[in-house]
C-alpha cells in the first residue's frame, strides 16, 4: 500500500526530477515507511510505501530481469502468490516475494491485458522504456484513486489531486460544471474532478501514453447475468464459499490486521469470518457516542459480535462534538483536496485514527449495501410503482399530510425520505432515483446560487446533472438497474472515496472483502428478487449467513455510520456553521443567495425543516473554496472559519 506520481514528456530531457519528489513528499501520509524513485530522460516515477507485504525486501520501483519494465504501484494483489507461481513456471526470474514484482512479469507475459490477471484493489503505473510508452491503471471498482493531468502532450498523475495542484503549469480554476454536481450529489462525480483539465482515471479503465497521446480503455465491466432455476440453497452456498474465500485472501499481510465493526451484517460476516480463519487473534473498532450525545449509537451491537467472536474490542467514542469536528474538520479538507459533504466522514475519520493506534491494516464491509439492496432507497424506489395505483385522492391527502410534518432531528430524516418518496414517486425511475440521491434538486440550485453565479454558470452552458442512472447501461431488472448505478457511481465516488482518504490520512489501509471482483460477478448471477425480497434487504445474504449471525445482527434495522448531524448543527456545532454561512463568509464567496441561506439556517434551528444534508453542503463548500481557490489573486491557504 502505498501513493503513487509521476510526469512523462513527449520531448527527451525534460523532465524535473525536483518536482516528482514534490510531488511524492505531499503523499508522505499514504506510505510513511519508504519512498522509491525512477527517472529516465522523458519520464519520472515515484511512490511513498506502506510496507505490508514483503517488508524488508518489497521497496519500489520494481523492475524485470532486464530492467526495461519498471512499475510503481499502489494497492494489493490478493492473488499473488498464485501468480508468482505461474510466473516461475514460464520461466521468470524474481527476485523478492512482494506482488508488486508479479506485475511487471505479467506485463511481460500479456502485455496491456495483464491488469485482467490481477485480483485486488490497485492504482499502476508502468513505463516500458523499449516502446517509451507509460501504462496506467485502475482496479475494477475504483478502490484506489488515480488522478492525472495533461499539459499538451505532458502528462501528469498522482494519487492525490494535491500531487497536480503543485505542478507549477498548472493554473488552479474551478470546473463549474463539478460546482454544479457538487451540489446535487454531496460529491463531485468522476472522471471529472473540482479542478479544471485534472481527471479521474474512471474505475476498471486503463491509460496509455504514447508519443504525446493518451487514450483510455474500458477492461473490465460489471454484467448482471441471472438464472431463475437455480435453487436458492445453490445460491447460498455459493455465496458462503465466495465471501469466505474473499476473507481468506484478504488477510495476507506481514504486519498487525484487524476490522472496523458496526455490529451491522455486512461488518459482522467479515468478523465472524475472519474469526473462523484465524481464531482468537482479530482485533475490532467501532465508533459511538458519548453520554448525553443523540443519535444512533451502535456499540451494543457492535460489542455483543466482538463478544460472541471473541475479538480483541476497542470503542471510539464522541465526547464532546464541537471540539473534535473542529479541529478535525481542516485535516479532513486537506486529504480530500475537492469539497465532500457526506458527513460520515467525520466517524470514518475518528475510527481510522483509533484504528491506526493498534493495527496497519484494516477490513471494512463496504460494498455490501450496492451488492444486495442494503439501502432504504431501494426499497422506496420500487414501491413508487405500487404507491401510484392508490386513488388519486388517498394518494393527495397523504402528500398534504406528510408535507405537514415539521422536521427534527433524527425522525426528520425519515420524514424528509417521506416527503421525497412522494414528491418523487410520479416520476420515471431514473428521475425518481435521482431525486432520492440528491442533496439540491435542479430547483434547489437555483434558488441556492446568486444570480451571478448563475449567469456564470450559463456562459459556461453548464447543464443539470447527468443523472446517475443514465451514466451506466439499462438493466432490464429495474433494481438491477438501480445497483449498477450506485456500483458505478456512489460506490467509487463516495463510499471508496471516504474510505481511502479517512484511512490513508492516517497510513492505515482499509481492504474491502465484498469488492473481490470474483465474489461480485457471482452475486451478478443472483435474481433481485433474492437481494430485495418483499420487504426484506440483503435476503440472500440474510440466508447465507444464519446459523453464523445471531438474528439480533442479522433482522436488526439499518443504521449506517451515521452521525446526529442535523441536533449537532442547531447544537455544538451550530457557531461553526453560522460562521461560515452568514455575513462576510458568505457574501465575500459571491456563489450563494444569501436570503435562501438565511432562511434554510433560520428554518432549521427552529426545527420547521431539516437542512442538515443541504447546509452541511453549503458549509464543506464555503470552506474548501477559501482554503483552496484564490483570493485578490493569491491562494487563501488556511483561511477556514474555525
Request: charged share 25%; net charge negative; glycine share 8%.
Amino acid at each position: 500500500m502505498c501513493g503513487i506520481v509521476g510526469s512523462v514528456h513527449a520531448e527527451r530531457g525534460q523532465i524535473d526530477q525536483q518536482l516528482v519528489r514534490r510531488m511524492c513528499a505531499l503523499i508522505r501520509r499514504r506510505g510513511p515507511d519508504d519512498d522509491g524513485f525512477f527517472f529516465d530522460g522523458q519520464v519520472g516515477l515515484g511512490m511513498r510505501r506502506l510496507a505490508i507485504i514483503d517488508v524488508n525486501s518489497g521497496r519500489q520501483p520494481v523492475f524485470n530481469e532486464d530492467r526495461t519494465v519498471a512499475v510503481v504501484f499502489n494497492g494489493e494483489i490478493y492473488n499473488y502468490q498464485e501468480l508468482r507461481e505461474g510466473l516461475l513456471k514460464r520461466g521468470h526470474v524474481l527476485t523478492s516475494h512482494s506482488d508488486t514484482e508479479c506485475i511487471v512479469h505479467l506485463y511481460e507475459d500479456f502485455g496491456e491485458d495483464y491488469v485482467t490477471h490481477l485480483r485486488g484493489m490497485f492504482a499502476i503505473a508502468l513505463w516500458d522504456l523499449r516502446q517509451k510508452k507509460l501504462l496506467l491503471a485502475r482496479d475494477r471498482f475504483g478502490i484506489k484513486p488515480l488522478y492525472y493531468w495533461q499539459d499538451g502532450r505532458d502528462l501528469y498523475f498522482g494519487s492525490e489531486l494535491k500531487c497536480l495542484l503543485a505542478v507549477d503549469r498548472y493554473e488552479r480554476q474551478m470546473d463549474l460544471q463539478s460546482v454544479s454536481d457538487f451540489f446535487t450529489f454531496k460529491y463531485v462525480p468522476g472522471p471529472r474532478t473540482i479542478y479544471r483539465g485534472i481527471a479521474e482515471l474512471p474505475p476498471g479503465h486503463t491509460a496509455v501514453w504514447k508519443n504525446g497521446e493518451l487514450t483510455t480503455r474500458r477492461y473490465w465491466q460489471l454484467k448482471y447475468s441471472t438464472d431463475p432455476n437455480k435453487s436458492i440453497d445453490y445460491y447460498r452456498e455459493g455465496l458462503l464459499h465466495h465471501l469466505e474465500e474473499a476473507v481468506r485472501l484478504h488477510l495476507v499481510s506481514e504486519v498487525p490486521l484487524g476490522s472496523f465493526l458496526s455490529g451491522g451484517i455486512d461488518s459482522s460476516a467479515i468478523v465472524a469470518l475472519m474469526a473462523k480463519i484465524c481464531p482468537g487473534n482479530v482485533k475490532t473498532f467501532t465508533v459511538g457516542f458519548g453520554e448525553g450525545q443523540p443519535g444512533a449509537d451502535e456499540r451494543p451491537y457492535a460489542r455483543a459480535v466482538a463478544e460472541l467472536f471473541k475479538t480483541d474490542h476497542s470503542e471510539c467514542v464522541y465526547d464532546n462534538p464541537q471540539t473534535q469536528v473542529e479541529s478535525i474538520l481542516p485535516l479532513m479538507l486537506e486529504a480530500f483536496d475537492e469539497p465532500f459533504a457526506d458527513s460520515s466522514m467525520i466517524p470514518n475519520y475518528l475510527v481510522c485514527q483509533a484504528a491506526r493506534q493498534w493495527v496497519t491494516v484494516a477490513m471494512s464491509g463496504i460494498g455490501g449495501d450496492e451488492l444486495f439492496a442494503g439501502y432504504e432507497r431501494y426499497r422506496g424506489a420500487l414501491a413508487a410503482n405500487t404507491y401510484q395505483r392508490l386513488p388519486g385522492v388517498l394518494r393527495h391527502s397523504l402528500r398534504a399530510l406528510i408535507h405537514s410534518l415539521p422536521q427534527w432531528d433524527m425522525a426528520g430524516l425519515w420524514i424528509d425520505r417521506m416527503k421525497r418518496f412522494v414528491d418523487g414517486a410520479a416520476l420515471p425511475l431514473p428521475e425518481r432515483y435521482q431525486q432520492y440521491l440528491s442533496a439540491f434538486t435542479e430547483p434547489d440550485k437555483a434558488s441556492l446560487f446568486s444570480q451571478d453565479f448563475l449567469n456564470e454558470l450559463r456562459k459556461a452552458h453548464v447543464g443539470s446533472a447527468e443523472l446517475a442512472m443514465h451514466k451506466v447501461e439499462q438493466c432490464r431488472d429495474p433494481l438491477e438497474w438501480i445497483l449498477l448505478t450506485d456500483m458505478e457511481t456512489y460506490l467509487p465516488d463516495d463510499e471508496l472515496r471516504k474510505a481511502d482518504r479517512m484511512s490513508m490520512w492516517h497510513s492505515l489501509e482499509v481492504r474491502v472483502p465484498f469488492l473481490d471482483h470474483k465474489l461480485v460477478e457471482f452475486v451478478s448471477t443472483i435474481p433481485s428478487g433474492l437481494k430485495l425480497k418483499g420487504w426484506e434487504k440483503k435476503h440472500i445474504l440474510i440466508k447465507s449467513l444464519e446459523g453464523i449471525l445471531p438474528d439480533s445482527i442479522l433482522r436488526r434495522r439499518k443504521q449506517g455510520f451515521s452521525i446526529p448531524l442535523g441536533a449537532w448543527l442547531r447544537g455544538p456545532l451550530r457557531e461553526l456553521l453560522w460562521a461560515n454561512l452568514t455575513g462576510d463568509a458568505l457574501r465575500d464567496l459571491g456563489l450563494f443567495n444569501l436570503q435562501a441561506v438565511e432562511r434554510m439556517l433560520d428554518e432549521h434551528d427552529r426545527g420547521v425543516r431539516n437542512h442538515e444534508t443541504q447546509l452541511w453542503a453549503a458549509m464543506m463548500f464555503a470552506i474548501w473554496h477559501r482554503t483552496y481557490m484564490k483570493v485578490d489573486g493569491s491562494r487563501a491557504a488556511n483561511a477556514t472559519v474555525l
